[in-house]
Protein backbone atom coordinates (compact mmCIF):
# COMPACT_ATOMS: atom_id res chain seq x y z
CA UNK A 1 0.00 0.00 0.00
CA UNK A 2 0.96 3.51 -0.88
CA UNK A 3 1.24 6.13 1.16
CA UNK A 4 2.86 9.41 1.49
CA UNK A 5 4.62 9.85 5.31
CA UNK A 6 4.87 13.52 6.26
CA UNK A 7 6.94 15.14 8.62
CA UNK A 8 8.03 17.97 10.58
CA UNK A 9 5.91 21.90 10.69
CA UNK A 10 5.04 22.73 14.48
CA UNK A 11 4.64 25.91 15.92
CA UNK A 12 6.69 28.73 15.83
CA UNK A 13 7.24 32.29 15.75
CA UNK A 14 6.94 34.85 13.23
CA UNK A 15 10.37 35.09 11.76
CA UNK A 16 11.41 31.82 12.50
CA UNK A 17 11.92 28.75 10.21
CA UNK A 18 10.32 25.22 9.86
CA UNK A 19 10.94 22.22 7.51
CA UNK A 20 8.18 19.96 6.42
CA UNK A 21 9.53 16.66 4.69
CA UNK A 22 7.40 14.03 2.81
CA UNK A 23 8.59 10.55 1.60
CA UNK A 24 6.58 7.86 -0.45
CA UNK A 25 6.66 4.36 1.16
CA UNK A 26 5.55 1.14 -0.51
CA UNK A 27 5.98 0.33 -4.49
CA UNK A 28 5.58 3.40 -6.10
CA UNK A 29 6.43 5.02 -9.68
CA UNK A 30 8.58 7.54 -9.78
CA UNK A 31 7.52 10.69 -9.29
CA UNK A 32 7.26 13.73 -11.96
CA UNK A 33 6.27 15.86 -9.60
CA UNK A 34 6.33 16.43 -6.10
CA UNK A 35 5.36 19.35 -3.65
CA UNK A 36 2.76 20.99 -0.66
CA UNK A 37 -0.14 22.72 -0.80
CA UNK A 38 -1.67 24.36 1.72
CA UNK A 39 -4.93 25.14 3.47
CA UNK A 40 -5.59 27.87 6.19
CA UNK A 41 -8.98 28.07 8.19
CA UNK A 42 -11.80 28.95 5.72
CA UNK A 43 -9.59 29.55 2.74
CA UNK A 44 -8.97 27.27 -0.34
CA UNK A 45 -6.70 24.87 -0.43
CA UNK A 46 -3.37 27.08 -2.61
CA UNK A 47 -0.27 25.32 -4.11
CA UNK A 48 3.10 26.57 -1.97
CA UNK A 49 5.44 24.52 -4.18
CA UNK A 50 6.69 21.87 -6.72
CA UNK A 51 9.06 20.44 -7.83
CA UNK A 52 9.70 17.62 -10.75
CA UNK A 53 11.93 15.28 -11.25
CA UNK A 54 14.28 16.98 -13.19
CA UNK A 55 14.48 19.36 -10.29
CA UNK A 56 12.19 22.33 -12.11
CA UNK A 57 10.87 24.30 -9.42
CA UNK A 58 7.63 26.65 -9.01
CA UNK A 59 6.44 28.76 -5.67
CA UNK A 60 3.28 30.24 -5.01
CA UNK A 61 4.49 34.29 -5.09
CA UNK A 62 3.62 34.92 -1.75
CA UNK A 63 6.42 32.49 -0.76
CA UNK A 64 9.28 33.47 -3.16
CA UNK A 65 12.82 34.10 -1.40
CA UNK A 66 11.69 32.84 2.02
CA UNK A 67 10.70 28.86 0.85
CA UNK A 68 12.89 26.51 -0.47
CA UNK A 69 12.13 23.01 -2.12
CA UNK A 70 14.45 20.65 -2.76
CA UNK A 71 13.66 16.40 -3.84
CA UNK A 72 15.25 13.12 -2.78
CA UNK A 73 14.89 11.39 -6.05
CA UNK A 74 16.39 7.50 -4.44
CA UNK A 75 13.68 7.89 -1.36
CA UNK A 76 11.30 9.35 -3.68
CA UNK A 77 10.28 12.46 -1.60
CA UNK A 78 10.95 16.24 -1.01
CA UNK A 79 11.60 18.64 1.61
CA UNK A 80 10.03 22.77 2.04
CA UNK A 81 12.52 24.94 4.43
CA UNK A 82 10.38 27.22 5.44
CA UNK A 83 12.28 30.58 6.27
CA UNK A 84 10.78 34.12 7.51
CA UNK A 85 7.63 32.85 8.54
CA UNK A 86 4.67 34.91 8.63
CA UNK A 87 0.78 34.58 10.43
CA UNK A 88 -0.44 34.21 6.96
CA UNK A 89 1.96 31.04 6.27
CA UNK A 90 -0.38 29.22 9.33
CA UNK A 91 -2.48 26.21 7.78
CA UNK A 92 -2.24 22.78 7.07
CA UNK A 93 0.12 21.47 4.24
CA UNK A 94 -0.06 18.92 2.38
CA UNK A 95 2.05 16.98 0.53
CA UNK A 96 1.32 15.32 -3.34
CA UNK A 97 3.11 13.08 -5.45
CA UNK A 98 2.67 12.50 -8.94
CA UNK A 99 3.48 9.85 -10.84
CA UNK A 100 5.13 9.24 -13.94
CA UNK A 101 2.66 7.25 -15.40
CA UNK A 102 -0.26 9.88 -14.04
CA UNK A 103 -1.00 8.56 -10.75
CA UNK A 104 -1.51 11.30 -7.89
CA UNK A 105 -1.25 10.46 -4.17
CA UNK A 106 -1.60 12.41 -1.03
CA UNK A 107 -0.05 13.24 2.55
CA UNK A 108 -2.29 13.36 5.10
CA UNK A 109 -1.17 17.03 6.12
CA UNK A 110 0.64 18.48 8.96
CA UNK A 111 -0.08 21.89 11.02
CA UNK A 112 2.05 24.67 10.56
CA UNK A 113 1.34 27.74 13.04
CA UNK A 114 2.80 31.22 13.20
CA UNK A 115 2.29 33.17 15.95
CA UNK A 116 2.61 36.82 15.60
Known amino acids: QVQLVESGGGLVQAGGSLRVSCAAS????????MGWYRQAPGKQRELVAS???????NYADSVKGRFTISRDNAKKGAALQMNSLKPEDTGVYYCYYLTVIGGSYWGQGTQVTVSS
Open 26 to 33: GTIFSFST
Open 51 to 57: ITNSGNT
